[in-house]
């Protein structure tokens, strides 16, 4: 897709660099929102939940059946894009919501007491199953999907750096659900109550903390949070909806998590958009770079992982009473 | 007296795990007001006995009344509201939080906060916050103003002694009728020691709190408590005045061994 030339020095070297870099922080910003719904879960209940990219690609075909019932078949522009774009957020947020709060009650919360593989084995069963009642409902093949976006460009550099309308979408989006977020986990009771189960589940429910409904809350926003996340690919980066995207984009979200330090919210944001950068620079600047990014993103995860076994922003010793 | 009078009563209680019974027949009767010790040997029972209350284990058999109204088979957080709280042995503060973040944790069910109202920022929730934060201040202020100034410090950088005080603020925060102690004075020298048994008097004195008190150290719980029971083995071996209780044989015999004197 992206095969540039490797970059030659000057200002069209330059130039390059900072539109690999763009496209880096667009993707980055979405891997960000789902790495943040895998953080969050395994922050309090030490569960890779591995079903949560399949959640994720139900939120694009949310997104899907939504823009077709409204009859949107190629660019609309103005306050109709915005209207669309909200009532999208917001219905695939609640969708996927919903869906991981019922996965939650279903398949991990009987198992809370199990060891630690049963319920990871029940996350990668959910996994399949999200994907195989999407492939029987929407067919093994990719749908293509209409472009919502006009295609001007708000900064234009030579056609060579370019900003458009989707870019600046995708990042304010992606800024004001984190800063959100942040908000909610740093200064409310609820976002205390999580923080103390993830700290010592038992003292949190001696202090009063319901240990389900805040289990459920988790879940919830890491949901809603994919979902956001589902939208903004779906309607500006994917190009079509597939019931196995969750795979890859999943493992993407995963070691995002993992890179920036699972369990530690401000570190999946900083993995998400560094995962994205990596594969924006291999994109642009190795051969047969859109082959070989997957390879060169794990190649760097495993390499900050030799150095810094907990990611950048984990916890070195996790303390738990 | 009344039996109005009663706030907690263990009726029986055994616990048993596996083929060992932790805590065997016990029966305990706290009186509203009182400030109540169990003491015995290491392994004697006593912070089982806690777990049982307080609903992280459950009664093999027995009844733990609170208020005359049944609460085994509660969870911890519905025990919580029913009006008991306490503090752990091996303090257990939510390390990666501020001091003033743990006391708002203890004030949990104490305002409300649904999402809505959150996501919203509906007046009622704003409201609830400042009143709560301004209350978790009051609770520090209890320990002095030393405590309000390390409202902002993470719980981790705190000293022992000030890790004690957080946590029965803490505690505190849930407004109980029952304030239950696990060993507040472990590990403090003498001065810490006679200070904690200090806060402990006031602690009924201001809150109007009943406090039940496990306690190692014996000095302390004699001049504190209106009562002691001692285990031994999971059983109630004694109950009584403290100077019933520091001349009884079986109790010298069990606790202390037959060289020692209290």
Not at chain 1, 101 to 113: S, W
Request: charged share 15%.
């Amino acid at each position: 897709m992206h095969t540039m030339a490797l970059a030659a020095a000057g200002p069209a070297g330059f130039l390059n660099f900072l539109q690999a870099i763009k496209i880096g922080i667009t993707a980055g910003a979405i891997y960000a929102l789902v790495a943040l719904g895998y953080t969050l879960v395994y922050g309090i209940i030490e569960l890779i939940n591995f079903a949560h990219g399949d959640v994720f690609m139900w939120g694009t075909q949310v997104t899907f059946v939504l823009i077709t019932a409204l009859g949107i078949t190629s660019t609309i522009g103005g306050w109709q894009l915005v209207g669309v774009l909200a009532l999208l957020v917001v219905a695939a947020s609640v969708f996927c919501g919903v869906l991981n709060v019922t996965i939650e009650r279903l398949a991990y919360r009987p198992l809370r007491r199990a060891p630690r593989l049963a319920p990871l084995i029940a996350a990668i069963a959910v996994s399949f199953i999200l994907e195989n009642i999407a492939e029987l409902w929407r067919g093994p093949g990719q749908i293509a999907f209409p472009n919502l976006f006009p295609s001007t460009a708000l900064i234009n550099i030579n056609q060579t750096f370019v900003v458009e309308y989707r870019d600046v979408f995708i990042v304010v989006l992606a800024l004001v659900i984190m800063f959100a977020l942040s908000r909610f986990i740093l200064g409310t009771k609820l976002g205390r109550a999580m923080r103390a189960t993830a700290q010592d589940p038992e003292a949190a429910q001696l202090m009063g903390v319901n240990i389900n409904t805040t289990i459920a809350l988790t879940f919830l926003l890491g949901g809603a949070l994919a979902g956001a996340g589902a939208v903004v690919f779906t309607v500006s980066t994917a190009g079509y909806v597939w019931f196995f995207t969750g795979f890859q984009f999943g493992l993407y979200a995963f070691t995002a998590a993992v890179l920036g330090g699972i369990g530690n919210v401000n570190g999946a944001v900083l993995g998400g958009f560094m995962i994205g950068i990596v594969e924006g620079l291999s994109i642009a600047y190795l051969p047969q770079g859109s082959i070989l990014s997957t390879a060169v993103v794990f190649g760097v995860l495993v390499l900050v992982l030799v150095f810094r076994p907990t990611g950048f922003l984990g916890a070195q010793v996790p303390d738990k009473a | 007296m009344a039996n109005d009078d009663v706030l907690l009563q263990l009726s029986g209680v055994t616990r048993t795990f596996g083929g060992l019974t932790a805590v065997d027949g016990v029966d305990l009767t706290v009186r509203r007001g009182q400030i109540y010790s169990i003491i015995g040997p290491n392994g004697a029972g006593k912070t089982t006995v806690f777990n049982l209350i307080t609903g992280i284990y459950r009664p093999t058999s027995g009844d733990v009344t609170l208020d005359g109204n049944s609460i085994v088979g509660y969870t911890p957080d519905r025990v919580l509201r029913a009006g008991v709280a306490r503090t752990f042995q091996n303090i257990r503060l939510f390390n990666n939080m501020t001091v003033l973040e743990n006391v708002l944790v203890g004030q949990h069910v104490r305002f409300p906060g649904d999402l809505i109202s959150i996501v919203f920022h509906l007046p009622n929730y704003n409201r609830a916050e400042r009143a709560a934060r301004a209350r978790a201040i009051e609770l520090l202020g209890f320990f002095g103003p030393s405590m309000v100034a390390l409202q902002d410090e993470y719980a981790l950088n705190l000293s022992y002694a000030d890790r004690r005080r957080v946590e029965v603020a803490r505690a505190l925060g849930s407004n109980p009728k029952l304030l239950m102690l696990d060993e507040p004075t472990a590990g403090m020298n003498d001065a810490e020691t006679a200070e904690a048994v200090g806060y402990i008097q006031a602690l009924r004195r201001d809150f109007g709190v009943t406090i039940l008190l496990i306690e190692h150290k014996l000095q302390v719980t004699m001049g504190l408590s209106d009562r002691i029971a001692v285990l031994d083995y999971g059983k109630k071996i004694a109950e009584g005045l403290p100077d019933e209780i520091r001349t009884n044989e079986l109790v010298i015999e069990a606790y202390l061994g037959r060289k020692a004197a209290i």
